[in-house]
C-alpha cells in the first residue's frame, strides 16, 4: 500500500514539473497581436522615488491592469529597493490574471529562475548591464528550458552586441542604472540599431499617450509603464483612459 501511494505521489510530481515547464502565455505573441502594446508594472517602490504606493497590493491592481487593457503585466519582485516579493506574482495568478506576467528583478543566478517558473510568471528580465554575455546566454538556455521567454534589456550603444543572444523580445532602458536620469530619447537613438524582425520594447519615463504614437513609429511594439500608472488612486483606471488616449487621435 505504501508503495502504491508513493507511486502515486511519485507520479503527480512529475505533472507538476512538466507543468512548471510547460511555456505561459507568450509576452512576444501578445505584444504582436496587441493594439496597445502597454506592459502595465506593479510596482510599488523605487530607488530614486522611495515608495510610489506601498499599501498596493498585488491581488487587486494587476488583475484590473488586464481588465483595463494591459497586453501583459510586469511585477517587481525585488524585496530591498522596490517593496517586492516572488508571492506577488502567485497572488495575481491566484486573483484571475491570465495574461503574460514579466518576473522583474535583478537576475544574476539560475535560481532567480526556478523562483520565476514556480511563482507563474511567464518571462523573465534579464540586465545586460548586470551580466556577461557568456553568463546572459546561459540563464538564457536555462530560462528556456524552464517554458520562460527573455526581455533582454540594453541601455547603451556598447550593450547591442547582446542582441545577437537573440532574447525573445529586445528592451531598451530609457533609465540610465547608475544615475537612475530617464530619457525617451535613448529608445530613438537605439531602435534602428535592433535586428529588424526584433519585438522591440521601451522602457521607463513613458508618461504621454503621444510618446507612445511616436515610438511606434520607431519600431517599437510593446511600452513598459509603471509609475504613471501606480502613482494615483486607481492605476486600472489611469491605464484604460491613457488607452483611449492614445487612440483618440
Not at 148 to 164: D, G
Request: proline share 4%; net charge negative.
Amino acid at each position: 500500500m505504501a508503495t502504491d501511494i508513493l507511486q502515486e505521489i511519485v507520479a503527480h510530481k512529475r505533472l507538476e514539473l512538466e507543468q512548471m515547464r510547460r511555456k505561459k502565455p507568450s509576452l512576444r505573441q501578445a505584444l504582436l497581436d496587441s493594439d496597445s502594446g502597454i506592459i502595465a508594472e506593479f510596482k510599488r517602490r523605487s530607488p530614486s522615488k522611495g515608495w510610489i504606493k506601498e499599501e498596493g497590493r498585488a491581488d487587486i491592481i494587476p488583475l484590473s491592469y488586464q481588465q483595463n487593457g494591459a497586453v501583459a503585466i510586469s511585477i517587481l519582485t525585488d524585496k530591498q529597493y522596490f517593496g517586492g516579493h516572488d508571492r506577488f506574482i502567485v497572488e495575481a495568478r491566484q486573483s484571475g490574471v491570465t495574461i503574460p506576467i514579466l518576473y522583474k528583478n535583478f537576475v544574476i543566478d539560475e535560481m532567480q529562475l526556478y523562483e520565476a517558473a514556480l511563482c507563474g510568471a511567464s518571462a523573465v528580465l534579464l540586465i545586460a548591464a548586470c551580466l556577461s554575455k557568456e553568463k546572459l546566454r546561459a540563464l538564457l538556455h536555462t530560462a528556456h528550458e524552464l517554458g520562460l521567454e527573455v526581455l533582454l534589456e540594453m541601455h547603451s550603444e556598447e550593450e547591442l552586441e547582446y542582441c545577437e543572444l537573440e532574447p525573445d523580445v529586445y528592451g531598451i532602458n530609457n533609465r540610465n542604472l547608475g544615475s537612475f536620469v530617464t530619457d525617451v530619447e535613448n529608445s530613438f537613438r537605439l531602435a534602428e540599431r535592433l535586428p529588424k524582425d526584433a519585438v522591440k520594447v521601451s522602457e521607463s519615463g513613458i508618461s504621454k499617450p503621444e510618446t507612445i504614437r511616436e515610438l511606434r513609429q520607431a519600431g517599437f511594439q510593446g511600452f513598459l509603464i509603471g509609475e504613471t500608472f501606480m502613482k494615483t488612486p486607481d492605476p486600472g483606471v489611469a491605464l484604460h483612459t491613457f488607452i483611449e488616449q492614445i487612440n483618440s487621435k
